[in-house]
């Protein structure tokens, strides 16, 4: 009797959909201190510097946070990751909505981007292991991409 091939095992839709949902609030979390940072000026004050890391805290922790987020979602587990790092997102986005002055809503914007550095990476992960253990498209779709130099650059030679 020939040897049939395993189907391909299909991804659990579950994890799917979170991690497409947490695609779907990360941006939100990186632009909404941004566009927050107006009204919460004019509601609690603050220096403009103090301002400035609503934004600044997020991003800096979130940036410098990423690869060692990816590191321990190697080491624990994905899933695991993944799992915390949007449970520390949600909890700091609740706590934000008590924050009762600017430096404290500067300390769990910061929080935030450590959770959202979980999120990210672990999501990621998670989402390429479910689905067959496949990279990303990114990066194999961009190494089938032209070199720069065979692009038309609309401009013509100096010797044409």
Known sequence: MPDTPHPARTGDPLVLGAVCLAALILPLSFSGGAVATPAIGR???????????????????FGSLLMAAGTLADRYGRRLVFTVGVAIVTGFSLALGFAPSVWLIDLLRAGQG??????????????????????????????????????????????S
Do not use: K, V, Y
Request: net charge negative.
């Open 43 to 61: 509601e609690l004050g603050g220096s403009p510097e103090a301002l400035t890391w609503i934004t600044n805290g997020f991003m800096l922790t």
């Open 114 to 159: 450590i959770g959202a550095a979980a999120a990210l990476a672990g999501g990621t992960a998670a989402l390429a292991q479910e689905f067959d253990g496949h990279p990303a498209p990114g990066p194999s779709a961009c190494s089938a991409q032209p070199s720069a130099s065979a692009w038309p650059s609309g401009r013509s030679s100096p010797a």
